[in-house]
């Protein structure tokens, strides 16, 4: 486990702000920016894009310490943040690996082969879905669908959707993201260092 997610936040630290996590220089700044769109009181409103740096800035998942931290940010309880985390797919309350697989499992892309599609995966990396591979590389995740039914299956992988998939094809891009060895996130860590793209 990360040293950063490794202290709980106790209700004392949370009333008095001295967590033992904490964002970055650049990332608190960014929240803070965000967090000055909507009036005083109402700033549980940014929620999910603090939610989305938390999860850059600590190793792409969301530890109960994270949470209460980003809770109390936005002066909110630790129980209004876990239910926005746990309801939605792209935030992550347990480590994954550098690149997280996200397969749509709905309608469309089921009647498209998706179950195949998992299993393929599943067996070519050993795991099974919800699992990450032993080197830390890949995890596993199915979810609901992503919008892009006319090109199912289909799956997301950080912020980059691959269509129209063949088993073929889909080790191929496999392959591609191993061989590269990068982390790949939802939320690029350029948008907390360098936030020019979040307008006031
Ligand atoms: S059903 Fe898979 S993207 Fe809509």
Known sequence: ???SHRKF????????GLTAVRFSDEALTLAHKIMKRYP????????????HIAQTEFDGWLSPQVMDYVA?????????VYEVASFYSMFNLKPVGKCVIEVCRTG??????AEDLVKFIEKKLGIKEGETTPDG??????VECLASCGTAPMMQIGETYHEN????????????????????????????????????
């Open 165 to 200: 998939l063949t088993l073929e094809k889909t080790e191929k891009i496999l392959d591609n993201y191993k061989n590269k060895g990068e982390v790949v996130t939802h939320w690029r860590k350029e948008r907390v260092t360098n936030h020019s793209d979040i307008k006031q």
């Open 108 to 113: 469309p892309c089921w009647l498209m082969g």
């Open 72 to 80: 109390m940010l936005l002066k909110i309880q630790p129980i209004e």
């Open 137 to 142: 590389m890949f995890t596993l995740k199915t």
């Open 40 to 51: 005083e009181g109402k700033q549980k409103s940014a929620l999910l894009p603090l939610l």
């Open 9 to 16: 936040v106790t209700s004392k630290q949370i009333k008095t």
């Open 1 to 3: 486990m990360p040293s």
